[in-house]
């Protein structure tokens, strides 16, 4: 299969510079992932569209500030680091930019000495292997003089911190939002689960991998990233029980989506457990777990494009990705929603 047939053209004005004033009050397209038929709805709308006995999956990782600005000791030279992964205590793989200035034995200073770090070791594909020194709590620390990791389509500057996290983020860990779960309010959660709809949390983590270009042509070419996932016991028994009972699982979001197809057996059937997953998904896949899906807008020809295609059928997204732009829907992280159902 072709990247290319995964192109669409979008005006650069549609890209969502900042949040919904109001998490639920954003637009959501209906998809029949059948049929192709559309509907516009607000977001807030979308309890009408869950049933009694249905499951809903959210992604309950929390984003770090993970974008420090810092100084190189001996030159006093402007540093970005950018944390990827936490490898042990207060060792991080990192971007960092200007990559250049930062060789092995490197020494870097943040917030006038508050927090220092040290380049230990560079890996293969170029990031660095980072050593941090610091007193008291290191969340704390980072939570006090990092930014939040946005896309970088996203120019403007985030004015609240928690604009970029779900209300319901609990396992710090991610580099980038679960973004269709912004849109969920906790009062709009309890009128869904006073309806009789199951609500169950998973967690994985999101690498910046998930902004990585497709840079092959065809798709099977492609090398996903991976990521860190945990599916707890409780979680596993309510989808299982949904499924036996005749509901619907229904994620927020393509990270809930992959977790699950990740643990999920050939009968439909999902199993606890944590790990790393580098599951690609695109058509010609066939779900084993996921019934529907609420997510955002996803950039042209990327894997996530991909991956609601396999749900429905790369003709009916192209299509009602063309009606978002016409109807003028906002799109990416900070944008409008759709429900795939």
Known sequence: M???DYYYDLPEELIAQHPSEERDLCRLLLLDKISGETEHKIFKDIIDELHTGDCLVLNDTRVLPARLIGEKEDTHGKMEFLLLKRIEKDTWQALVKPGKRAKIGSRFSFGDGILKA?????SDEGSRIIKFFYDGIFEEVLDSLGEMPLPPY???????KEKYQTVYSKNNGSAAAPTAGLHFTKE???????KGIKIAYLTLHVGLGTFRPVKVDKIEEHFMHSEYFNVSEETSNIINSTKANGGRIICVGTTSVRTLETVAEKDGKVIAKDGWTDIFIYPGY???VVDALITNFHLPESTLLM??????SRE???NAYELAVKEQYRF??????????
């Open 2 to 4: 072709d990247v290319k």
């Open 118 to 122: 040290e380049v230990v070791d560079i």
């Open 154 to 160: 996203i120019t403007e500057k985030l004015d609240d």
């Open 188 to 194: 709009l959660l309890s009128k869904i689960e006073a």
């Open 286 to 288: 066939q779900y084993k």
């Open 307 to 312: 991956l609601v295609s396999a749900l429905s």
């Open 316 to 318: 009916n997204i192209i």
């Open 332 to 341: 990416f992280s900070f944008g409008d929603a759709m429900f795939i159902r």
